[in-house]
C-alpha cells in the first residue's frame, strides 16, 4: 500500500534499505551465525556513523529528534535484509540514558544494552526481577538480547518502594552472564546481579522518572522488534511470490494454482493490516496518544502474521525450503526468534485481554 | 493496571477540532431526532418504516454527505461521511439503503442526462422513491459478466427479457438499475451489457420475495416478460454498461466495511459473555483479546485506506482488502458471540442480558452474507492474486 510518509521518514526509510541491500542478505546472515558472530559489525559501523544511534534523542541533546515511528520504517527495511544488528536496544539505550543527567556522559561510547524485562514476556523461568539495596544490584533479568556483545546494562530495580534506573558495566564484579543461541544466530542471556555494587552516578534516575523512562524504553523494544518481524515477514513472501511465478510442475507456474494464491494472498493481506497496525500505533505512540494495549496488540497479531507467513512461504518451496543451502530458512528462522522475542502472541495476546478486559 | 479508557468503536479516530465539533452536532442531533424504536433491531427495518428517518435526515441536509453540493449533496470529506456513519451505528440507528444514495446515485451524478439528473437525484434525496439493484441472476453470480437477460431496441424503446434474482429491497422498489445483454456476440463479453433504469410499475415485471435464512424478506427475484423500457433510460452509452457499473465497485466500501460493524458484535459478546459466565474462562478471553486485536488492525487499515483516499492516492488494491479483512472479521466475531451465549447460543429469540437485547443467532445469520454478497471474498482473492501480486492464470 501506498504510504503517507513525510520527506524525513522516506529519507531514513531509503537509507535503511540502502544500507541492507549493501550489507545485510540472507546469506551474510549464514556467513554471521555460522561463524558465531551475533552482530554484523560492517553494517554497524555504518549505523553507528549514520547517527542512528541516537535517532531517538531530542535535538536538545543533539540527537536526530526522530520519532519511533521514523525508527521503526528504518527497521522494517534492516528486518527485510535480516541485518544482525542491535539498534533498537541500542537506540532505545542511548534514548533513555539522553534523559538522565548523568547517564549520557557515563556511557559515552559504550555499547549500552537495556538488561528489562518487557510487560507480556512472560515464561521467566526462575527470574526475580532486580532488587537494589544498600547501593548493591541482587536478582535475576532473563533473556537479554546481546548481553554477549554488550559494555554496559541499563537496568531498573525496585528499591523500597520506589524504582531506580542504573547503568551497570558488564565487568562489574558479581555480575554473571549465561547465555542461550538462538535458531537465527542471536543470543540472550541470563544475568545473574549477585550484590552488585553502583555507583552514586551509576544511579541515573530514582522514583517516577525511573519508572517514566523504563516504561518508555519497553515500549520502544517491543515496537521496535515488531517493526523488524514486519520486514522479514514481508520479505519471505516476496521471496515466496518470486518462486511460485517462477517455478513450474504440471506445465505451469505453480503460481497459477488457486490454492497457492489464496493462501499467499491471505499472507498479503495480513500484512497490509500489520504495517497500517503498527504505524498508527507508532504514530499514536510518538503523540503521546497510544493505549499500552494497543503496543501489546502490535507485538502479538505481527508474531502471528510473520510465523503465518514464513510457514507459508516454506511449503511453497516444497523440498528446497527445508534445505539449509535456501535463502528462505534464514527467514524462517529469523521470525521465530523475534517472534519469540520480547513476548510472543499467546503471551501479548494474554497482556492485551487484561488491559482491555475491565473497560465494558 | 486497568485502562477505562479501551473503546474498540473509536480505534485510530483522530478528530480534528472542525471534526470533533462536527461529531458532537452530529451525536446530539441524533439523540434529539432518530426515533428509538427503529434503533437496535434485531431484525433490519425495511424500507416504508425507514421513510420518515430518511426525510429527517434530509431536512438536516445529512442524507447525502458524499454527493457534491450542486447535485444536492453535503460535499462532505470522507472523515466527515464516515463520523455521520459511526454515530449512527454508535446509538444503532438505521443508516439509509445505499442503493440509491450510494450506489446509483452517484452514478447518474457522473453519467447521466441533465434529464436524467432532474428526474432521479431529487426523489432519491427525500426517500420518496426506493431503489434496487438488478445485476445478479439465477445463472450469473461471481461470474457476473455471463448475464442473460435480454434488451432489444425496438424503436424507441428497449424490450427485456430475462430474470434478476438476490435483488436487495426488490420487491419494495420503485425503481431498479439492472445489467442487461444487448449484444450477446460482443467480445469480450462485457462489451454488450447496457446499465438501464427500470420503473419496476412497468407491466411485463413480476416480483417475488425470497425469505433469508434470519427470516426476513430482504431480498426478490423479478421475472421480466417483454417490458417496455424508453431509450431515454439507458445509462452511460449503449453497450457501455459495465464501464458504468465499475467506477462504482469499491468507494461503498467505507461504509458497508466499516470496522465498527464488527465492533459492535465484539461488544454483544463482551456482555452476553458477562451474563453466562464465559467472562471468566481464559478460552473465551483468549479468542476475545484475538479478535480485538484482528479489529485494531483492521481498523487502522480502514483508517489508513480512508486517509489516502482523501489525498486521491487509495489504490485499488485497498477495497478488496476491506471486504475480506472486514466480513471474515465480522462473521468470526458472531461466531464468539453464539458461542459466548452457551447453550443461549442457538436462541430463536431475543435474549435479555441486562439492559440489552442481543439475539446471537440473528447476528451469525446476518454475517454470512457479508462474505457472498457484492462480490465474494473468493472473486477477490482472486483479483489480489492477479492484479496486486501479478500471479499468473
Known amino acids: 500500500m501506498e504510504l503517507l510518509l513525510n520527506d524525513q521518514q522516506i529519507l531514513l526509510r531509503d537509507a535503511a534499505a540502502k544500507l541492507g541491500a549493501a550489507r545485510g542478505g540472507p546469506r551474510r546472515a549464514r556467513l554471521l551465525r555460522d561463524s558465531k558472530r551475533e552482530i554484523d559489525t560492517e553494517a554497524w559501523a555504518e549505523i553507528v556513523d549514520a547517527g542512528w544511534l541516537s535517532a531517538l534523542v531530542s535535538e536538545a541533546h543533539d540527537g536526530l529528534g526522530l520519532g519511533l515511528y521514523d525508527l521503526a520504517l528504518a527497521l522494517e527495511e534492516t528486518g527485510k535484509q535480516v541485518l544482525m544488528t542491535p539498534l533498537i536496544e541500542t537506540a532505545a539505550a542511548t534514548w533513555a540514558l539522553s534523559e538522565t543527567a548523568s547517564g549520557a556522559a557515563l556511557a559515552e561510547g559504550k555499547r549500552v544494552i537495556p538488561a528489562i524485562t518487557v510487560p507480556g514476556q512472560a515464561y521467566s523461568g526462575q527470574a526475580t526481577g532486580l532488587r537494589f539495596e544498600a547501593g548493591a544490584l541482587s536478582g535475576t533479568v532473563p533473556f537479554v538480547a546481546f548481553a554477549a556483545q554488550a559494555d554496559a546494562f541499563l537496568v531498573t530495580a525496585g528499591a523500597g518502594d520506589t524504582a531506580v534506573l542504573c547503568l551497570v558495566p558488564r565487568d562489574a564484579a558479581g555480575l554473571s552472564m549465561t547465555a542461550t543461541v538462538h535458531v537465527d544466530g542471536s543470543t540472550s542471556s541470563a544475568l545473574g546481579f549477585a550484590g552488585v555494587k553502583v555507583t552514586a552516578d551509576g544511579v541515573v534516575a530514582r522514583g517516577a522518572a525511573a519508572a517514566a523512562i523504563a516504561g518508555k524504553l519497553q515500549d520502544m523494544l517491543v515496537l521496535g522488534t515488531a517493526a523488524e518481524l514486519l520486514g522479514v515477514a514481508e520479505a519471505a513472501t516476496a521471496l515466496t511470490l518470486d518462486y511460485i511465478k517462477l517455478r513450474q510442475q504440471f506445465g505451469k507456474q505453480i503460481g497459477s494454482f488457486q490454492a497457492l494464491q489464496h493462501r499467499i494472498v491471505n499472507c498479503y493481506v495480513d500484512a497490509e493490516l500489520n504495517r497500517s497496525l503498527l504505524y498508527n500505533v507508532l504514530s499514536a505512540w510518538d503523540a503521546g496518544t497510544s493505549h499500552p494495549a494497543m503496543i501489546a496488540a502490535a507485538k502479538a497479531r505481527i508474531g502471528r502474521g510473520a510465523l503465518q507467513a514464513v510457514r507459508v512461504a516454506l511449503q511453497m518451496h516444497g523440498a528446497i525450503g527445508y534445505t539449509d543451502e535456501h535463502d528462505i530458512g534464514i527467514f524462517y528462522k529469523r521470525a521465530v526468534a523475534l517472534a519469540a522475542k520480547y513476548g510472543n502472541e499467546i503471551t501479548q495476546t494474554g497482556r492485551f485481554s487484561e488491559l482491555t478486559q475491565s473497560s465494558h | ?393
Not at chain 2, 428497449?158 to 422498489?173: E, L, P, R, S, Y
Request: charged share 20%; with cysteine.
Open chain 2, 1 to 393: 493496571m486497568t485502562n477505562l479508557d479501551w473503546d474498540n468503536t473509536t480505534l485510530f479516530s483522530d478528530d480534528n477540532p472542525a471534526d470533533r465539533a462536527f461529531r458532537e452536532e452530529v451525536r446530539s442531533w441524533i439523540a434529539d431526532n432518530c426515533p428509538k424504536d427503529l434503533c437496535n433491531r434485531a431484525l433490519r427495518v425495511d424500507p416504508p418504516e425507514l421513510k420518515p428517518w430518511h426525510r429527517k435526515l434530509y431536512e438536516r441536509g445529512w442524507i447525502a454527505p458524499h454527493w457534491p453540493k450542486e447535485a444536492g449533496g453535503m460535499g462532505a470529506t470522507l472523515t466527515q461521511q464516515i463520523i455521520l456513519f459511526e454515530e449512527m451505528s454508535r446509538v444503532g440507528a438505521p443508516t439509509p439503503f445505499p442503493h440509491g444514495l450510494s450506489f446509483i446515485g452517484p452514478l447518474i451524478v457522473d453519467a447521466g442526462t441533465p434529464a436524467q439528473k432532474a428526474k432521479h437525484l431529487p426523489p432519491i434525496l427525500t426517500g420518496d422513491v426506493t431503489w434496487c439493484q438488478g445485476y445478479s441472476e439465477p445463472g450469473s453470480g461471481s461470474d457476473l459478466v455471463s448475464l442473460t437477460t435480454r434488451a432489444v431496441l425496438d424503436g424507441d424503446h428497449f424490450i427485456v427479457n430475462g430474470q434478476k434474482t438476490w435483488t436487495t429491497n426488490g420487491h419494495f422498489a420503485d425503481w431498479m438499475f439492472a445489467l442487461v445483454r444487448t449484444d450477446p456476440a460482443a467480445k469480450p463479453r462485457h462489451a454488450g451489457i447496457t446499465m438501464l433504469l427500470i420503473d419496476m410499475k412497468s407491466p411485463g415485471i413480476t416480483v417475488r420475495p425470497i425469505q433469508t435464512i434470519r427470516g426476513d424478506a430482504e431480498f426478490a427475484e423479478e421475472f421480466f416478460v417483454d417490458v417496455r423500457v424508453p431509450k431515454e433510460n439507458m445509462l452511460g452509452d449503449l453497450n457501455g454498461g459495465w464501464t458504468v457499473a465499475n467506477k462504482l465497485l469499491g468507494s461503498e466500501r467505507f461504509t458497508t466495511g466499516h470496522p465498527r460493524n464488527a465492533a459492535v458484535i465484539l461488544n454483544k459478546a463482551r456482555r452476553i459473555a458477562e451474563y453466562s459466565g464465559a467472562i471468566r474462562d481464559p478460552a473465551f478471553q483468549q479468542r476475545l483479546a484475538t479478535l480485538e486485536i484482528d479489529l485494531l488492525a483492521f481498523s487502522a487499515f480502514y483508517r489508513h485506506a480512508a486517509s489516502l483516499h482523501g489525498h486521491g492516492k487509495a489504490p485499488a488494491s485497498m477495497a478488496p482488502v476491506i471486504k475480506i479483512a472486514g466480513g471474515e472479521l465480522g462473521q468470526q466475531a458472531s461466531e464468539l458471540l453464539v458461542d459466548a451465549a452457551g447453550p443461549l447460543g442457538s436462541s430463536a429469540e431475543d435474549i435479555v442480558a441486562g439492559n440489552s437485547v442481543i439475539s446471537p443467532a440473528m447476528d451469525l445469520f446476518e454475517m454470512r452474507r457479508v462474505t457472498v454478497g457484492s462480490g465474494t471474498v473468493e472473486i477477490q482473492r482472486n483479483i489480489i492474486a492477479k492484479r496486486v501480486l501479478g500471479l499468473p492464470s
